[in-house]
């Protein structure tokens, strides 16, 4: 029994309803605050243009402003808290004794000075919200939820029903954890509804860990409500071993190996608003960027952060992040496998630095610059030392160039100083930027772009040996060699995995600027190349990488994590695992774990907290469809009776357009994995593009076809069986992949 369950049990309806009545009271207040803050904020856009300096201030501090401004406006009708902490007088409570606060998604305040009428789910004292429990209550009396009717955008909030634990006890609890205790509490004179701890009667229900348990009313409904369009945030119900995860200082990198549904996605997500909330100057001087796999993905989380009041995150692909140049070209799996190859990394390095130093055809000779009547020069042992320096100190290619010409130019401005006292700064500039200076620095380090060392690299089999002797064989050399030079660079038609290629050349020549924080999502599927593009993008700042080995699909994904991390640069980075799901019914998951051990993937098995979900497993033809297409149309009419969304799977593109047409035919309309906006409340999409996606209703078709599409088969089913919410069909022809019915009971 939940809490609110056995409170309406024992505490007369009109006390409930008395009570739900002052909190819609404060609930409206909050609104009218809300108003004032927006309406002040669009006066700030008024006297914002008035007030600044110049017109291009003008407009971006106007701009802001604005922007500001109609993001309040826009969240002018959602509901305002979704808990309340009533803190004891106990030492505990710290500076919050006898304190009232209640927690939303945004703070609101009367005004600056005045306390909040909403904290922000994110300030330190919401974390009690998150962690306290009844083994450790953090000096909370009383938490509370509140349940509001489903929202939608227009309509105006209803608050239906609110939840209370009692953490703390008057009286010790009965060993067994039972107990008759009342826990009347009488806050302010102003909560009199008589609530007992916990359901069930047992007080450490909300303790930590309380995920693993059956989780609460308010808690359950959240968690089974049917899916409807793109990803939405849960401040309201972040598990207290997410929250760990959410809150971890910025400093930390972090990883998590988390089965199918356990909130990776989610905990990234709203870790990047707690990190923006934190540390407001160090992430938005440096950036935040959230990394997923596809643009379908992005489309699906695109929400969650607008949602907590964050829009100014970057939110992309690796390879938009290394996008040079569009892919016009197609590698053998063979040369992409290798292109992905660290050892790739080392390859790259000797062939860029190799033009180190000048043509061993020509020898050096002295650089000599006219100054009026003098004529100053730097001899070639001198010259040949300065070379092999700058060389040993490794610094990044550009820096290199730059570090011969002060040095030359050095040697130069000693000679001078020597013969007529200290030259001027305009003097130095001068000779470093001088003819034969310049001539000197591009013979022995000379300006290349990345494009030209990767194209003579791949187009040169003479260049391809120097750089890759000891590292790659011969055969595989061969793998890399493109058929024919190309005439120049510059018309070079680049694949995909050259653009890695290339990102690393220029990585080599110039550190790009790093981002404060990534969020890495599906980071098990990045190559070892991918990962050093990113661990160049955060040099100096820290990574969340969220991960599943048992879902990698790529040739190249992780096998472990700690070799991933190295290649993300950060080795030591802990892992914590993430078992309870919030997504897949127990039903579903227990299929879907079948494959983890023919998959071979060293990772804990998710627990489902979800115990209402359905599973048909239906070989056609039956009497009732002649073929797979005819089942899958009557699988989707019988879908489309319930609430919530369906995704219809097929092994790859080919298949899933001619169920789509198929459909279509049928009189039902569908979309395709991109277009969340979309009206469809049918997705029909590659098992490819499924990964990080989630539907009510899920249709499998053929699962022997998608285990076939791919080398990493069985991992792509077992990322396709895990999108199911609260129903999976699987429809099948040919056999059932072995490994899905190798267990004694079968589906
Ligand atoms: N604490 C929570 N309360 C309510 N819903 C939650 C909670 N944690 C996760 N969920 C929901 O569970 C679903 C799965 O979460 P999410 O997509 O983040 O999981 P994931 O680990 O990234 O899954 P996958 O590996 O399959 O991509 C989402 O609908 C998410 O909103």
Redesign the pocket.
């Known amino acids: 029994m939940t809490p609110l369950d056995q409170a309406l049990d024992e505490a007369p309806d009109q006390e409930l309803e008395q009570e739900l009545r002052r909190e819609r009271a404060h609930h409206e207040a909050c609104r009218a605050a809300q108003a004032a803050m927006a309406e002040g904020a669009q006066e700030h856009v008024v006297t914002g243009q008035d007030v600044s300096a110049s017109g291009a201030d003008a407009e971006v501090l106007g701009f802001e402003l604005r922007s500001h401004a109609k993001r309040l406006r826009e969240e002018a009708d959602r509901p305002l808290f979704f808990g309340r902490l009533d803190f004891g007088h106990g030492e505990a409570a710290a500076d919050h004794r006898g304190q009232r606060y209640y927690i939303g998604r945004r703070r609101i305040t009367e005004e600056v000075a005045a306390p909040p009428l909403v904290v922000d789910w994110r300030a330190p004292v919401s974390q009690a919200f998150y962690q306290a429990s009844a083994r450790e209550p953090r000096g909370v009396e009383i938490r509370r939820r509140f349940g509001w009717a489903p929202w939608s955008s227009g309509a105006p909030e209803d608050l239906t029903s609110l939840e209370d634990e009692l953490l703390t006890a008057a009286r010790p609890f009965a060993p067994d954890g039972r107990t008759d205790l009342d826990g009347r509490t009488d806050l302010d004179g102003r909560t009199d509804l008589d609530v007992r701890p916990g359901p069930d009667g047992r007080p450490d229900q909300a303790g930590r860990g309380g995920?693993g348990g059956a989780p609460g009313g308010i808690?359950a409904s959240?968690?089974e409500r049917p899916?409807v369009g793109p990803?939405?945030d849960?401040a309201a119900?972040?598990?207290p071993e997410?929250d760990d995860l959410v809150r971890a200082a910025l400093d930390s990198s972090l990883c998590v190996q988390?089965?199918?549904?356990?909130?990776?996605?989610?905990?990234g997500l709203h870790r990047a608003a707690y990190l923006l909330y934190t540390y407001p100057q160090r992430i938005q001087r440096a950036g935040l960027l959230i990394l997923g796999p596809n643009p379908a993905f992005l489309s699906y989380i695109a929400d969650v952060l607008p949602s907590l009041g964050e829009f100014d995150v970057r939110q992309s692909t690796v390879d938009e992040e290394i996008g040079r140049h569009p892919v016009r070209a197609v590698d053998s799996e063979r040369a992409a496998a290798l292109k992905h190859d660290a050892r790739m990394a080392e390859v790259l390095r000797r062939a860029l630095y190799a033009r180190v130093g000048g043509q061993r055809d020509r020898p050096m000779r002295p650089v000599e610059v006219a100054d009026g009547s003098y004529r100053w020069r730097v001899p070639v042992d001198e010259l040949e030392r300065i070379v092999a320096e700058a060389r040993e100190e490794e610094p990044p290619y550009a820096i290199g160039r730059e570090r011969i010409r002060v040095r030359v130019a050095e040697v130069l401005r000693g000679q001078a100083e020597r013969r007529a006292g200290p030259p001027g700064g305009q003097w130095l500039r001068r000779v470093q930027r001088s003819r034969p200076v310049s001539a000197f620095v591009d013979a022995v380090w000379p300006g290349v772009q990345p494009e030209e060392v990767v194209a003579a690299l791949l187009g040169d089999a003479g260049e391809l040996a120097a750089a890759a002797a000891g590292v790659l064989t011969e055969d595989e050399q061969r793998a890399l060699l493109w058929p024919k030079a190309p005439r120049s660079w510059r018309s070079v038609r680049w694949s995909a995995a050259d653009l890695v290629l290339l990102d690393e050349v220029a990585g080599l020549m110039d550190r790009p600027e790093g981002y404060g924080h990534v969020v890495v999502?599906?980071a098990q599927d990045l190559s070892p190349m991918q990962c050093r593009a990113i661990a160049r993008r955060s040099g100096f700042g820290s990574l969340t990488v969220?991960g599943?080995l048992a879902?990698g699909t790529t040739p190249w994904a992780a096998r472990d994590w700690p070799e991933h991390l190295a290649h993300l640069g950060r080795p030591r980075t802990a892992v914590v695992p993430?078992t309870t799901g919030?997504?897949v019914p127990a039903a579903v998951l227990e299929l879907a774990n079948r494959l983890l051990e023919p998959i071979g993937a060293a990772v804990p098995r998710a627990r489902s907290l979800r115990r209402d979900g359905e599973l048909r497993v239906r070989r056609v033809p039956d009497p009732a469809a002649p073929d797979l297409e005819a089942a899958t149309v009557q699988a989707v009419r019988t879908a489309l009776t319930r609430e919530g969304s369906t995704g219809v799977i097929a092994a790859d593109e080919p298949s899933a357009s001619r169920l789509r047409d198929v459909l279509g035919a049928a009189g039902i309309e569908t979309g395709t994995a991109d277009d969340m906006g979309a009206a469809a409340r049918v997705t029909v999409l590659p098992g490819t593009l499924a990964?990080?996606l989630?539907y009510d209703h899920v249709i499998v078709v053929e699962p022997a076809a998608v285990v076939d599409a791919e080398e990493r088969g069985l991992n792509r089913l077992y990322?396709v069986l895990?999108?199911a919410?609260s129903r999976l069909d699987v429809l099948h022809h040919r056999p059932l992949p072995a490994a899905l019915t190798g267990s004694p009971d079968q589906p």
Do not use: C, N, S, Y
């Open positions: 995920a808690l959240e968690i899916r990803m939405r849960i119900t972040i598990q997410q988390g089965a199918p549904g356990t909130g990776k996605t989610a905990v999502d599906e969220l599943d879902q993430l919030f997504r990964k990080g989630e990322v895990t999108r919410v």
